[in-house]
C-alpha cells in the first residue's frame, strides 16, 4: 500500500526543492565559468580538461553544502518551518494502548556498566512522563568477548533490580555474529517485531530523553504514512581537543546543517542507524538487506545499512523524515583524530558500497542523493588529492619551461589578470566553506537564551576563530587519510568493524608516528618540490604543507584529556549541555561519576575473568544458564563439546581458543555441567591453574588488591 510521502503540499516542497538545486546549479555555472576560462587563458593544454572534470564535482559538493547551510539559516530565522513534520501538533493527550514501542540498544564489545548508566537514565525520564508502559527496552548484545559477554549479563540484572524493571527490560546474546548490526536488528524484528508498532534505535553511546521518545511515537501515530523519523543527536562528554570541538561544531552549526536538509529532502530523507523510531511493520516488510554483488569489500553483505534501509523505506511508499526541531537526543564522538580516522576507515568501504545502489530500479530521487553524497564524502578526498598534483604538475610545467607566459584575454570579457581571476576562484571557495558561519552569528543574535547557553559571543568568535584554524591544519590529513582509505577497498583491502574506542587515554607519540609519519614525509617532499617550484606556489601550498608536518603533534595534543580540561577551564568550547544541561545529561554524568572503579582481575586469571565468574560463581552461573537455550544437540556437535569441557578442566582455559571458551559458555548444558564438576571433582583430576583459581575465589582474592589499600 502506497503511503503519503509528506502531510503538506507536494507542489510546496518541489517548490523548495527547486529553490534549493537552482541555487546550487547557479554557484557551479559560476565557478565552473571561472574556472574554465581561466585554464583557457593558461598553457596548460596536457592537464586542462582533467583539472576542470575534478573541479566540478568538488564544486558540487561545495556548492551543495554551501546550500544546506544556507537555506538552514533562512529556516531557523523564521523559526517555524510549514513544510515540516513539526508544524502538524499530535497533541499533548495520552499514547493510544496499541502504541507499543521497543527501545534496542544494539553492543558489541562495549562497557556495559556504562551502557546500563544509559539505559537506567532513559528508563527514568520515561517513567517521569507516565508513558513508561508503553515501552520495552532490549540489549541486543553482538560481543565476542566472554569477559565483556558475562559482564553485560552481570549488569543487565543489576539494572534491572535497580530499576524493579523485571519483565521491561530484557537481554539477548546472539549465538552468531551474522551481518553484524544490521543482522541483530534483523534478529529482532523476527523475534520480537510483532509485539510492537514502533523501535526506537540507540547505540551503546546514545542518550534520548523520555519526552523526546514520547513526541516521536506521537508524531508516527499523527503521520501513519511515515515509516523512519530520524534525529539530529548532538555530540555529548567530550574531553579531549579533538572532541570537544567536534562537539561544538555539532551543537553551533548542526542543527542549522539539519534543517537545510529537511528544507530540500522533506519526505525523501535518510536514516543514520540510532538516535530514530522506525514503524516496524513496513521494516520487516520492505527493509530486509540484498547482498551485493560480488565479494567484498565492494560487494557481499552491505556494512553501511542505514542509508540503503531508509531508501528501501521510501521505495515502499512511507516517507523518511529528519526531526531537526527535537531536542533532547545525543551520542559521543571519538576522542582522537586516530580513533575518529579508524571510525571514518568502515564508514569508507559501507559507503562506497553503495555505488552498486545508485541506479538501482524504484529509488527515489532524494535516497539516490543521499547514497551519492555518501560516495562522495569519501571518494572527493581522492579527487583533491588528484586536483592538487594535476596542479603542482602544471605549475611545474609553466615555471620550467624557460618560456615567456602569454595569457590569452579571458573569454567571458572580465577585465582582470589571470592571477586576479585565480585570486578570485580562491576567494569563491573561501566564501563557500566559511561564510554559512556567519549565519550561527546571526542566529545567535536573534536568540539571546541560546548566545548565553553558548557562552556569549566572545567565546563563541574565539571558538570559530580557533576551530577553523585547527580543521584547516588538519583537512589535508584528513584528505591523505581518507584518499588512502578509497584506494584500499578499490585495491579490494577491506576492514574488520571492531568495537568503537569512546574513552581514550589519549593518543601516544608512538601510535601518532605511525598514522601520521608518512603525511609528515609527504609534506616535506612536497614542501621541498614546492620551494623548488616556486617560492609563490609554495606560499599557495603552504597551509597544506604545515598540516602534515604538525599531523604529529596535533594529533597527539588533542588526544589529551587534560588539555580538554584546559579548554573548558577558561571557557573555550562551551555547549549547552555544559552551561545549561538537560536533566537527562545531568542525571547521565551523575551515574557515571558515580560507577565505581571497575575491580581489576590479577593477572593471571585477567584474560579468562568471564569465564572463570561464570562457571564458578553460583549466582552468575544462575544468571548465565538461565539465558541459554535447553536443546538436544547432534551426537557428533555433543561429542565435540564433551572433549572440549574435559580439555578445559585437564589443561586450563589458557590452553583454549576464544572461540572455543564462546562456544563451550554458548551451550546449556556444558555451563551447568562444568559448574557442577568443578566444585565436585577431585582437585588431583583438575589442572592447576584451576585450582589456583578455586582457592582464590574461595578465598575472595581473584581481585588485584590497591596498593593504597
Given at each position: 500500500?502506497?503511503?503519503?510521502?509528506?502531510?503538506?503540499?507536494?507542489?510546496?516542497?518541489?517548490?523548495?526543492?527547486?529553490?534549493?538545486?537552482?541555487?546550487?546549479?547557479?554557484?557551479?555555472?559560476?565557478?565552473?565559468?571561472?574556472?574554465?576560462?581561466?585554464?583557457?587563458?593558461?598553457?596548460?593544454?596536457?592537464?586542462?580538461?582533467?583539472?576542470?572534470?575534478?573541479?566540478?564535482?568538488?564544486?558540487?559538493?561545495?556548492?551543495?553544502?554551501?546550500?544546506?547551510?544556507?537555506?538552514?539559516?533562512?529556516?531557523?530565522?523564521?523559526?517555524?518551518?510549514?513544510?515540516?513534520?513539526?508544524?502538524?501538533?499530535?497533541?499533548?493527550?495520552?499514547?493510544?494502548?496499541?502504541?507499543?514501542?521497543?527501545?534496542?540498544?544494539?553492543?558489541?564489545?562495549?562497557?556495559?556498566?556504562?551502557?546500563?548508566?544509559?539505559?537506567?537514565?532513559?528508563?527514568?525520564?520515561?517513567?517521569?512522563?507516565?508513558?513508561?508502559?508503553?515501552?520495552?527496552?532490549?540489549?541486543?548484545?553482538?560481543?565476542?568477548?566472554?569477559?565483556?559477554?558475562?559482564?553485560?549479563?552481570?549488569?543487565?540484572?543489576?539494572?534491572?533490580?535497580?530499576?524493579?524493571?523485571?519483565?521491561?527490560?530484557?537481554?539477548?546474546?546472539?549465538?552468531?555474529?551474522?551481518?553484524?548490526?544490521?543482522?541483530?536488528?534483523?534478529?529482532?524484528?523476527?523475534?520480537?517485531?510483532?509485539?510492537?508498532?514502533?523501535?526506537?534505535?540507540?547505540?551503546?553511546?546514545?542518550l534520548m530523553s523520555g519526552e523526546t521518545i514520547v513526541r516521536l511515537v506521537k508524531r508516527m501515530e499523527a503521520h501513519p504514512g511515515t515509516g523512519i523519523i530520524q534525529t539530529a543527536p548532538a555530540l555529548l562528554n567530550a574531553d579531549s581537543p579533538f572532541a570537544r570541538m567536534q562537539q561544538f561544531v555539532n551543537r553551533l552549526y548542526g542543527r542549522m546543517s539539519a534543517a537545510g536538509l529537511?528544507?530540500?529532502?522533506?519526505?525523501?530523507?535518510?536514516?543514520?542507524?540510532?538516535?530514530?523510531?522506525?514503524?516496524?511493520?513496513?521494516?520487516?516488510?520492505?527493509?530486509?538487506?540484498?547482498?551485493?554483488?560480488?565479494?567484498?569489500?565492494?560487494?557481499?553483505?552491505?556494512?553501511?545499512?542505514?542509508?540503503?534501509?531508509?531508501?528501501?523505506?521510501?521505495?515502499?511508499?512511507?516517507?523518511?523524515?529528519?526531526?531537526?526541531?527535537?531536542?533532547?537526543?545525543?551520542?559521543?564522538?571519538?576522542?582522537?583524530?586516530?580513533?575518529?580516522?579508524?571510525?571514518?576507515?568502515?564508514?569508507?568501504?559501507?559507503?562506497?558500497?553503495?555505488?552498486?545502489?545508485?541506479?538501482?530500479?524504484?529509488?527515489?530521487?532524494?535516497?539516490?542523493?543521499?547514497?551519492?553524497?555518501?560516495?562522495?564524502?569519501?571518494?572527493?578526498?581522492?579527487?583533491?588529492?588528484?586536483?592538487?598534483?594535476?596542479?603542482?604538475?602544471?605549475?611545474?610545467?609553466?615555471?620550467?619551461?624557460?618560456?615567456?607566459?602569454?595569457?590569452?584575454?579571458?573569454?567571458?570579457?572580465?577585465?582582470?589578470?589571470?592571477?586576479?581571476?585565480?585570486?578570485?576562484?580562491?576567494?569563491?571557495?573561501?566564501?563557500?566553506?566559511?561564510?554559512?558561519?556567519?549565519?550561527?552569528?546571526?542566529?545567535?543574535?536573534?536568540?539571546?537564551?541560546?548566545?548565553?547557553?553558548?557562552?556569549?559571543?566572545?567565546?563563541?568568535?574565539?571558538?570559530?576563530?580557533?576551530?577553523?584554524?585547527?580543521?584547516?591544519?588538519?583537512?589535508?590529513?584528513?584528505?591523505?587519510?581518507?584518499?588512502?582509505?578509497?584506494?584500499?577497498?578499490?585495491?579490494?583491502?577491506?576492514?574488520?568493524?571492531?568495537?568503537?574506542?569512546?574513552?581514550?587515554?589519549?593518543?601516544?607519540?608512538?601510535?601518532?608516528?605511525?598514522?601520521?609519519?608518512?603525511?609528515?614525509?609527504?609534506?616535506?617532499?612536497?614542501?621541498?618540490?614546492?620551494?623548488?617550484?616556486?617560492?609563490?606556489?609554495?606560499?599557495?601550498?603552504?597551509?597544506?604543507?604545515?598540516?602534515?608536518?604538525?599531523?604529529?603533534?596535533?594529533?597527539?595534543?588533542?588526544?589529551?584529556?587534560?588539555?580538554?580540561?584546559?579548554?573548558?577551564?577558561?571557557?573555550l568550547f562551551l555547549v549547552p549541555e555544559e552551561t545549561r544541561p538537560a536533566d537527562e545529561v545531568e542525571t547521565l554524568r551523575r551515574l557515571l561519576s558515580e560507577l565505581p572503579e571497575a575491580p581489576e582481575p590479577i593477572p593471571e586469571v585477567a584474560a579468562d575473568f568471564g569465564l572463570i565468574r561464570a562457571l564458578l560463581d553460583p549466582s552468575v552461573n544462575a544468571i548465565h544458564t538461565s539465558?541459554?537455550?535447553?536443546?538436544?544437540?547432534?551426537?557428533?556437535?555433543?561429542?565435540?563439546?564433551?572433549?572440549?569441557?574435559?580439555?578445559?578442566?585437564?589443561?586450563?582455559?589458557?590452553?583454549?581458543?576464544?572461540?572455543?571458551?564462546?562456544?563451550?559458555?554458548?551451550?546449556?548444558?556444558?555451563?551447568?555441567?562444568?559448574?557442577?564438576?568443578?566444585?565436585?571433582?577431585?582437585?588431583d583430576r583438575l589442572h592447576p591453574w584451576w585450582r589456583r583459581a578455586i582457592e582464590r575465589y574461595n578465598r575472595e582474592s581473584l581481585y588485584r588488591i590497591p596498593e593504597s589499600a
Open positions: 500500500m502506497k503511503r503519503s510521502p509528506s502531510p503538506v503540499a507536494h507542489a510546496s516542497g518541489e517548490g523548495r526543492r527547486f529553490a534549493f538545486f537552482l541555487l546550487v546549479g547557479l554557484i557551479m555555472a559560476g565557478g565552473l565559468a571561472l574556472m574554465a576560462d581561466l585554464l583557457w587563458r593558461l598553457p596548460v593544454d596536457f592537464v586542462r580538461w582533467p583539472i576542470l572534470a575534478v573541479y566540478a564535482v568538488l564544486l558540487f559538493q561545495l556548492a551543495f553544502g554551501f546550500a544546506t547551510m544556507f537555506f538552514g539559516t533562512v529556516v531557523l530565522c523564521r523559526r517555524r518551518d510549514p513544510l515540516s513534520l513539526a508544524a502538524t501538533n499530535p497533541g499533548d493527550g495520552p499514547l493510544p494502548e496499541d502504541a507499543r514501542t521497543a527501545i534496542i540498544i544494539p553492543v558489541y564489545n562495549e562497557d556495559s556498566r556504562r551502557v546500563c548508566a544509559r539505559l537506567r537514565t532513559i528508563y527514568r525520564s520515561l517513567k517521569s512522563t507516565g508513558h513508561l508502559a508503553h515501552f520495552d527496552f532490549f540489549l541486543l548484545s553482538d560481543s565476542t568477548k566472554p569477559n565483556v559477554w558475562i559482564a553485560e549479563e552481570v549488569n543487565w540484572v543489576e539494572t534491572c533490580r535497580e530499576l524493579d524493571a523485571s519483565g521491561r527490560v530484557f537481554y539477548r546474546k546472539r549465538r552468531l555474529n551474522i551481518n553484524k548490526k544490521s543482522g541483530n536488528v534483523s534478529d529482532f524484528c523476527r523475534r520480537w517485531g510483532g509485539h510492537y508498532r514502533y523501535m526506537v534505535c540507540l547505540d551503546a553511546d546514545s529537511n528544507f530540500w529532502q522533506q519526505g525523501e530523507g535518510n536514516y543514520w542507524g540510532h538516535n530514530a523510531i522506525i514503524r516496524v511493520a513496513p521494516f520487516i516488510e520492505h527493509c530486509a538487506l540484498p547482498d551485493l554483488p560480488g565479494v567484498a569489500p565492494f560487494g557481499g553483505k552491505i556494512l553501511s545499512h542505514d542509508f540503503v534501509e531508509a531508501a528501501l523505506m521510501r521505495k515502499a511508499g512511507y516517507a523518511v523524515w529528519l526531526a531537526y526541531d527535537l531536542d533532547g537526543t545525543y551520542e559521543e564522538t571519538p576522542p582522537s583524530l586516530v580513533d575518529s580516522a579508524a571510525r571514518d576507515q568502515r564508514w569508507c568501504q559501507g559507503n562506497l558500497q553503495h555505488t552498486w545502489l545508485l541506479f538501482s530500479r524504484g529509488l527515489h530521487f532524494g535516497n539516490r542523493l543521499h547514497l551519492f553524497n555518501g560516495i562522495l564524502g569519501y571518494a572527493s578526498s581522492l579527487l583533491w588529492l588528484a586536483f592538487l598534483v594535476l596542479s603542482t604538475v602544471a605549475v611545474y610545467r609553466l615555471t620550467q619551461s624557460g618560456l615567456t607566459l602569454f595569457f590569452l584575454p579571458s573569454r567571458l570579457g572580465l577585465p582582470l589578470e589571470a592571477s586576479q581571476q585565480g585570486l578570485l576562484l580562491f576567494l569563491l571557495t573561501i566564501g563557500l566553506i566559511l561564510s554559512p558561519k556567519a549565519g550561527v552569528f546571526l542566529l545567535l543574535a536573534l536568540d539571546r537564551e541560546k548566545r548565553a547557553a553558548f557562552g556569549g559571543f566572545l567565546r563563541v568568535g574565539a571558538g570559530v576563530v580557533f576551530e577553523i584554524i585547527f580543521f584547516t591544519l588538519l583537512a589535508p590529513v584528513m584528505m591523505l587519510l581518507h584518499a588512502n582509505f578509497v584506494i584500499g577497498v578499490m585495491m579490494g583491502r577491506g576492514v574488520s568493524w571492531s568495537a568503537q574506542n569512546r574513552e581514550g587515554e589519549g593518543t601516544a607519540w608512538l601510535a601518532a608516528l605511525r598514522a601520521h609519519g608518512g603525511q609528515t614525509v609527504i609534506g616535506i617532499g612536497w614542501g621541498m618540490l614546492a620551494w623548488m617550484i616556486s617560492p609563490a606556489f609554495f606560499a599557495w601550498m603552504s597551509p597544506l604543507i604545515l598540516g602534515w608536518l604538525l599531523a604529529v603533534p596535533l594529533s597527539v595534543w588533542s588526544s589529551r584529556a587534560e588539555a580538554g580540561c584546559w579548554l573548558r577551564r577558561i571557557g539465558l541459554l537455550r535447553v536443546k538436544q544437540l547432534p551426537v557428533e556437535q555433543d561429542a565435540s563439546l564433551g572433549a572440549l569441557r574435559e580439555r578445559l578442566l585437564r589443561e586450563g582455559a589458557p590452553a583454549l581458543a576464544q572461540r572455543e571458551k564462546m562456544a563451550l559458555l554458548g551451550d546449556f548444558a556444558s555451563c551447568a555441567w562444568l559448574h557442577r564438576e568443578l566444585w565436585l571433582r577431585p582437585p
